[in-house]
Structures are given as C-alpha cells and as structure tokens.
C-alpha cells in the first residue's frame, strides 16, 4: 500500500537527504574549530591549511549536493517508471476486462440463439405430435362410422 502512494520512496527521499545534511552539518562544525585557529595565530600555513580544507568541504558538499540531487532525479524516476507500469497494468486489466465482458456477452447471445432454435425444434415436434394425434382421431372415427354404417346394413 505504501509503495502505491509512492510514500516509502518519499520516506526514503528524506531520510537520505537527513543523512547528507547531517554529514554537512558535521563537516561544518569540523572546519569551525580549524578557522578559529587559524585566525587566532598569523602563521600562513594554517591559513592556508584552512582555506584547503574549506574548499575541500566545498567540494564534499558538492558532490554530496550532487550525489543527492542525482538519488532524487533516480527516485523520481523510478517513481515514473512505476506508475507508468501501474498504468499500463490497469490497461491491461481494462482490456482483459472488455474481452471477458464481449466473450460473456457472445457466449449469451449463443445461448440465446440456441434456445431459440430448441424452442422451434420442440414446437415442430409438438405441431407433429398434434398432426398425428388428430389423423389417429380421425381414423379412429372414420373406423367407428364405418362399424356403424355396417351394423346398420346387418340389421
């Protein structure tokens, strides 16, 4: 759930940019100490060994800055990536979706037709069944007549 709403990547984001701020902050107070001293005396050498080591945090601080603008950019990118595959599942599923509703809807109208055509077949046969019932009816009459006509003619 929380990588849907992309807060673990959020959650992360922060706590690595803590850690570069934290190690600038620490860099910072490391290079306090050494100003301080090299104010204090006049020696060049300090001076100098300071101004080095400030460009050397400079620098650090640089490639920390850049290192984490360079995991954000990464971060956000695969943040992109995810929603862009997020995205492009849900059209999947949305099609798979619209497949299985025509399949059902064609499996239906089968059906239907087929219970169509076992409606016909059943009121042909019924029609049939009707048809011989009222030839037997009339045989059966036309025989009863007969015996009777024959009756008469005996007496």
């Known amino acids: 759930e929380l990588a849907a709403s992309g807060a673990d990547d959020l959650i992360r984001t922060a706590k690595y940019k803590k850690h570069f701020e934290g190690r600038r902050g620490e860099k910072a107070k490391e290079q306090q100490p050494g100003v301080k001293v090299g104010s204090e005396g006049t020696n060049a050498p300090s001076e100098a060994a300071s101004i080095a080591s400030d460009t050397t945090?400079?620098?650090?601080?640089?490639?920390?800055?850049?290192?984490f603008e360079a995991f954000a950019q990464k971060q956000k990118e695969l943040q992109a990536q995810r929603e862009k595959d997020r995205e492009l599942a849900r059209e999947r599923e949305r099609?798979?979706?619209?497949?299985?509703q025509e399949r059902i809807m064609q499996l239906g109208k089968e059906r239907l037709e087929r219970e169509k055509e076992k409606a016909e077949r059943d009121?042909?046969?019924?029609?049939?069944v009707r048809?011989?019932?009222?030839?037997?009816?009339?045989?059966?009459?036309?025989?009863?007549q007969r015996q009777l006509l024959e009756r008469?003619?005996?007496?």
């Open 57 to 67: 945090t400079t620098t650090t601080t640089t490639k920390e800055t850049l290192s």
């Open 131 to 144: 048809a011989m019932a009222a030839a037997a009816m009339a045989a059966s009459e036309a025989k009863h």
């Open 95 to 100: 099609e798979a979706m619209v497949k299985e």
């Open 152 to 155: 008469q003619q005996q007496q």
């Open 123 to 128: 009121r042909l046969r019924d029609e049939r």
